[in-house]
């Protein structure tokens, strides 16, 4: 019977119950996917081989490829879902190129995530910082070359696309393109790390640095979140004292990229020879370029500017440097655009972008046959009125070889903002700003952390801060015609401190009406049209501070952010003026010493701040149309 059985039944063989159930590998299969993911080690010049992933429609053939080099997983990067559809697949920002049949690239920078080789924070090019055979432009020249080589499915013709770190590899590319790169699309890029874009603005360091290098630098993946022990950042930050001590309680100054920091508080060669709006000034533009920021960009507000400048003498035919500037937030380009924080806009302004001018722009120079795209040499997202601009250049006014002027508009005495110059240069408003008690750049519990709090909060209600005692607010009258402005603002002020060093932080405001019937959460809403931190001791010379004599007025002259806004009628314009903006930038101790890293807490001392009523904010005013 035992042999009988054994003949029907055919015997199978066993898992064994004791083997491991986790194999070293596996993917379960996508069924029915509509793409295929390609995983890559890509060969540099010098052996090192860079993790890049490929999603290639199925059926694609002579597609583009658009490619993007992070530092933020590229497999992550190239998966929002996990899905049969390459739609769903790729990223939110991805979706137009994807369904043209594009083939979307991500690719580890050198020593992150699963790329072999040394990490070296935003590496700079080949030179006197870098002594190696290898930069980000060359690492995208060798990654294009074999992209273009490899990749049978493609047309041979490769794009470079990218927001903040990945705007700053999108540059590195251009300073020495492939003959392959044949369009470019750098999204708030990271252009210069000092003047105005992440780790400082004008010299004041901006705190949330810290937590970002425990991210990206103390792993070759993602490293950890710094356990502060404190809900609110102003009173973990306050606590610590310096910036560098804020650092050393978690170990972070153990990191060579803070000791690089730490060791480079002014602007110096380290940070003038990675600025790549100077560096892209000294090449040829050889290669269409569409640099992209938001308004209201959080992270790098100055870069995309400063690069479009640079490149726009070189731009002879008018047909190579371009700039758009949409209502988003730092990298908000990438997602959905119909509002930031209470602000209201006129549809999904993102989407709008990335659909009619990016991805016409994109075809034209990736997909054969494509017709020429009508893209405006700058596209702009006017404030206020709400509404897409299309505009023959940037800026509008400015103080030399601008269609207009700048237009000062006095701080006068009355806490009142008007254009007629003051007949008194002597009168002033005081303050007195206390270390002790710095003014937050939110209301406070503070959560930098928080992305809710961080991504609009540039257009978040000055509100809270107006009648502070060390906030210095001037406004106009209710305006009776609209004021136009186009370019960035420029702060002229003229001030004393008892103190030996300050931080001059100047908001360029529109209050608006009491009563805004249409949406009632903005009566009276001050919002932030552009705002920056100035740090007096770098007045005379960026690179070499100096102390500032006591008392002594002297002169405070740097730009806000750019602006395309109209103050309509029934608006006010307003100036608030302080010397603090905390935690975001790191508190200045109001005595002068050689690193305000490492200032002891002896150093931070009360002072008392005067702007002479022949102060201004000289605005970029055009004829309002
Ligand atoms: N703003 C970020 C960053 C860029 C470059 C260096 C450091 C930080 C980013 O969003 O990538």
Same mark, same amino acid.
């Given at each position: 019977?035992?042999?009988?059985?054994?003949?029907?039944?055919?015997?199978?063989?066993?898992?064994?119950?004791?083997?491991?159930?986790?194999?070293?590998?596996?993917?379960?299969?996508?069924?029915?996917?509509?793409?295929?993911?390609?995983?890559?080690?890509?060969?540099?010049?010098?052996?090192?081989?860079?993790?890049?992933?490929?999603?290639?429609?199925?059926?694609?053939?002579?597609?583009?490829?658009?490619?993007?080099?992070?530092?933020? /997983?590229? %497999?992550?990067? *190239? !998966?929002? #879902?996990?899905?049969?559809?390459?739609?769903?697949?790729? @990223?939110? =920002?991805?979706?137009?190129?994807?369904?043209?049949?594009?083939?979307?690239?991500?690719?580890?920078?050198?020593?992150?995530?699963?790329?072999?080789?040394?990490?070296?924070?935003?590496?700079?090019?080949?030179?006197?910082?870098?002594?190696?055979?290898?930069?980000?432009?060359?690492?995208?020249?060798?990654?294009?070359?074999?992209?273009?080589?490899?990749?049978?499915?493609?047309?041979?013709?490769?794009?470079?696309?990218?927001?903040?770190?990945?705007?700053?590899?999108?540059?590195?590319?251009?300073?020495?393109?492939?003959?392959?790169?044949?369009?470019?699309?750098?999204?708030?890029?990271?252009?210069?790390?000092?003047?105005?874009?992440?780790?400082?603005?004008?010299?004041?360091?901006?705190?949330? /640095?810290? %937590?970002?290098? *425990? !991210?990206? #630098?103390?792993?070759?993946?993602?490293?950890?979140?710094? @356990?502060? =022990?404190?809900?609110?950042?102003?009173?973990?930050?306050?606590?610590?004292?310096?910036?560098?001590?804020?650092?050393?309680?978690?170990?972070?100054?153990?990191?060579?990229?803070?000791?690089?920091?730490?060791?480079?508080?002014?602007?110096?060669?380290?940070?003038?020879?990675?600025?790549?709006?100077?560096?892209?000034?000294?090449?040829?533009?050889?290669?269409?370029?569409?640099?992209?920021?938001?308004?209201?960009?959080?992270?790098?507000?100055?870069?995309?500017?400063?690069?479009?400048?640079?490149?726009?003498?070189?731009?002879?035919?008018?047909?190579?440097?371009?700039?758009?500037?949409?209502?988003?937030?730092?990298?908000?380009?990438?997602?959905?655009?119909?509002?930031?924080?209470?602000?209201?806009?006129?549809?999904?302004? *993102?989407?709008?972008?990335?659909?009619?001018?990016?991805?016409?722009?994109?075809?034209?120079?990736?997909?054969?046959?494509?017709?020429?795209?009508?893209?405006?040499?700058?596209?702009?997202?006017?404030?206020?009125?709400?509404?897409?601009?299309?505009?023959?250049?940037?800026?509008?006014?400015?103080?030399?070889?601008?269609?207009?002027?700048?237009?000062?508009?006095?701080?006068?005495?009355?806490?009142?903002?008007?254009?007629?110059?003051?007949?008194?240069?002597?009168?002033?408003?005081?303050?007195?700003?206390?270390?002790?008690?710095?003014?937050?750049?939110?209301?406070?519990?503070?959560?930098?952390?928080?992305?809710?709090?961080?991504?609009?909060?540039?257009?978040?209600?000055?509100?809270?801060?107006?009648?502070?005692?060390?906030?210095?607010?001037?406004?106009?009258?209710?305006?009776?015609?609209?004021?136009?402005? *186009?370019?960035?603002?420029?702060?002229?002020?003229?001030?004393?401190?008892?103190?030996?060093?300050?931080?001059?932080?100047?908001?360029?405001?529109?209050?608006?009406?009491?009563?805004?019937?249409?949406?009632?959460?903005?009566?009276?809403?001050?919002?932030?049209?552009?705002?920056?931190?100035?740090?007096?001791?770098?007045?005379?010379?960026?690179?070499?501070?100096?102390?500032?004599?006591?008392?002594?007025?002297?002169?405070?002259?740097?730009?806000?952010?750019?602006?395309?806004?109209?103050?309509?009628?029934?608006?006010?314009?307003?100036?608030?003026?302080?010397?603090?903006?905390?935690?975001?930038?790191?508190?200045?101790?109001?005595?002068?010493?050689?690193?305000?890293?490492?200032?002891?807490?002896?150093?931070?001392?009360?002072?008392?701040?005067?702007?002479?009523?022949?102060?201004?904010?000289?605005?970029?005013?055009?004829?309002?149309?």
């Amino acid at each position: 019977v035992a042999a009988l059985l054994a003949l029907s039944f055919p015997v199978f063989a066993q898992t064994p119950p004791m083997a491991p159930d986790i194999p070293a590998q596996f993917d379960a299969i996508i069924p029915n996917a509509d793409y295929v993911k390609r995983e890559v080690m890509i060969p540099m010049r010098d052996g090192v081989k860079l993790h890049t992933v490929l999603l290639i429609p199925n059926g694609a053939q002579h597609a583009p490829i658009v490619l993007t080099r992070t530092p933020y /997983n590229a %497999s992550g990067r *190239a !998966s929002r #879902n996990v899905s049969p559809s390459v739609l769903a697949t790729g @990223a939110q =920002g991805d979706e137009t190129m994807l369904s043209e049949g594009y083939i979307r690239v991500f690719q580890d920078v050198r020593g992150k995530y699963g790329s072999e080789g040394d990490y070296v924070m935003t590496r700079p090019l080949i030179g006197p910082l870098n002594n190696t055979r290898n930069d980000q432009s060359t690492d995208a020249w060798d990654t294009i070359d074999w992209l273009v080589k490899n990749t049978p499915e493609s047309n041979g013709k490769v794009g470079m696309i990218g927001s903040s770190y990945e705007g700053f590899t999108v540059l590195m590319a251009l300073t020495n393109p492939h003959p392959a790169l044949k369009v470019a699309v750098p999204m708030s890029p990271m252009v210069d790390g000092w003047r105005g874009d992440d780790w400082f603005h004008n010299g004041a360091f901006r705190m949330p /640095n810290l %937590s970002y290098i *425990a !991210s990206q #630098n103390a792993a070759r993946g993602a490293g950890k979140q710094l @356990a502060t =022990g404190v809900y609110d950042d102003y009173e973990g930050v306050l606590r610590a004292g310096s910036a560098a001590s804020y650092a050393a309680q978690f170990g972070l100054d153990k990191l060579n990229f803070t000791k690089k920091l730490f060791e480079h508080p002014s602007y110096d060669s380290y940070w003038q020879h990675q600025a790549l709006d100077k560096i892209l000034a000294k090449r040829d533009l050889k290669v269409p370029t569409m640099t992209v920021v938001g308004y209201w960009d959080q992270e790098d507000i100055y870069g995309a500017y400063a690069v479009y400048a640079a490149l726009e003498p070189k731009d002879k035919d008018n047909n190579k440097n371009y700039l758009v500037v949409g209502p988003w937030r730092h990298s908000g380009v990438n997602y959905e655009g119909s509002t930031l924080g209470a602000l209201k806009f006129t549809g999904d302004t *993102a989407l709008e972008f990335r659909r009619d001018f990016m991805q016409p722009f994109l075809d034209q120079y990736l997909k054969d046959g494509a017709p020429v795209a009508d893209t405006p040499p700058v596209l702009f997202y006017q404030t206020g009125v709400n509404r897409w601009q299309k505009l023959p250049q940037w800026p509008l006014a400015c103080a030399d070889n601008c269609a207009a002027p700048l237009k000062p508009i006095y701080l006068q005495d009355g806490f009142k903002l008007g254009f007629e110059a003051p007949k008194d240069s002597a009168g002033y408003d005081a303050y007195v700003s206390d270390p002790a008690k710095p003014v937050p750049f939110v209301p406070r519990p503070v959560r930098m952390g928080d992305r809710n709090v961080w991504q609009p909060w540039l257009v978040s209600d000055q509100r809270s801060f107006s009648d502070r005692p060390d906030v210095l607010t001037y406004v106009t009258a209710p305006l009776k015609t609209k004021v136009q402005i *186009a370019g960035a603002p420029v702060v002229n002020l003229f001030a004393s401190t008892t103190g030996t060093d300050a931080d001059w932080v100047v908001k360029l405001i529109d209050v608006y009406p009491d009563e805004v019937p249409s949406q009632p959460e903005l009566g009276g809403y001050q919002l932030g049209i552009g705002m920056d931190i100035f740090r007096g001791r770098y007045r005379h010379s960026l690179e070499t501070p100096s102390p500032i004599p006591p008392n002594a007025v002297e002169r405070y002259r740097f730009s806000l952010p750019n602006v395309n806004h109209v103050f309509l009628p029934g608006h006010r314009i307003m100036v608030q003026v302080q010397s603090s903006w905390f935690p975001l930038y790191d508190r200045n101790p109001q005595t002068y010493v050689p690193n305000i890293f490492y200032a002891k807490s002896a150093d931070y001392q009360k002072a008392t701040l005067k702007v002479y009523h022949n102060s201004a904010v000289e605005l970029p005013v055009i004829e309002a149309k």
